[in-house]
């Protein structure tokens, strides 16, 4: 993975990390505010959404970086494949 292509995913990750941080604002306004039930699930289930995506988001930079890159990317972050798949899974 060239550092173009690490820049930009680190870069989606950030935004939406950035997003779920905007949600969890939503979420804890509106517990504050005493909202109805469906609004603070409907944020919640937003909320997990944005980080589960970002989560994803992470694991596949990490993936492709493996693919294209092995010895760089087990060297970098010290994961092994069988790692990165169990963190993963570790996500669903």
């Not at 306004?29 to 005493?34: I, L, P």
């Amino acid at each position: 993975m060239t550092p173009e292509h690490e820049q930009a995913a680190r870069r989606r990750v950030v935004n939406r990390l950035r997003r779920a941080r905007g949600q969890l604002d939503a979420l804890i306004t509106a517990v504050e505010h005493e909202a109805p039930c469906r609004e603070v699930l409907t944020q919640l289930s937003a909320l997990t959404h944005a980080l589960d995506r970002a989560g994803f988001a992470v694991v596949s930079s990490a993936m492709q970086q493996c693919l294209t890159d092995p010895e760089h990317a087990q060297t970098r972050d010290g994961l092994t494949t069988q790692e990165l798949e169990k963190l993963f899974l570790s996500l669903s």
